[in-house]
Nanobody, 124 residues
Framework: QVQLVESGGGLVQAGGSLRLSCAAS????????MGWFRQAPGKERDFVAI????????YYADSVKGRFTISRDNAKNTVYLQMNSLKPEDTAVYYC?????????????????WGQGTQVTVSS
């Protein structure tokens, strides 16, 4: 069983930055593919970024490429999402997700574990 707890959300002005963290329980974090997804009000959950178990491979949605950076610290069982140049359209609840011992995927329903989400609101 894996438990995920996100933090770092909040209210920021357009052009600002936030850093989200996702702390994972369990001793096998280093074998998990990790992802960040987001869901805006009235919209479906969207893929944002994913990172391989080693951190050597990352992949981003086109809408955030060049502005967001996903990273991980396996010694701390934590994955991060650095968000720069934030836009009002980035406003959403952000979720981290874990896919133990599986290949990377941008499909949310393939992830086994999810955090409770953290709200990010970007004002114009």
């Amino acid at each position: 069983q894996v438990q995920l707890v996100e933090s770092g959300g909040g209210l920021v002005q357009a052009g600002g930055s936030l850093r989200l963290s996702c702390a994972a329980s369990g001793r096998t974090f280093s074998s998990h593919t990790m992802g960040w997804f987001r869901q805006a009000p009235g919209k479906e959950r969207d893929f944002v970024a994913i990172i391989s178990w080693s951190g050597s491979i990352t992949y981003y949605a086109d809408s955030v490429k060049g502005r967001f950076t996903i990273s991980r610290d396996n010694a701390k069982n934590t994955v991060y999402l650095q968000m720069n140049s934030l836009k009002p359209e980035d406003t959403a609840v952000y979720y981290c997700a874990a896919r133990p011992n599986q290949a990377m995927s941008v499909i949310g329903r393939l992830y086994d574990y999810w955090g409770q989400g953290t709200q990010v609101t970007v004002s114009s």
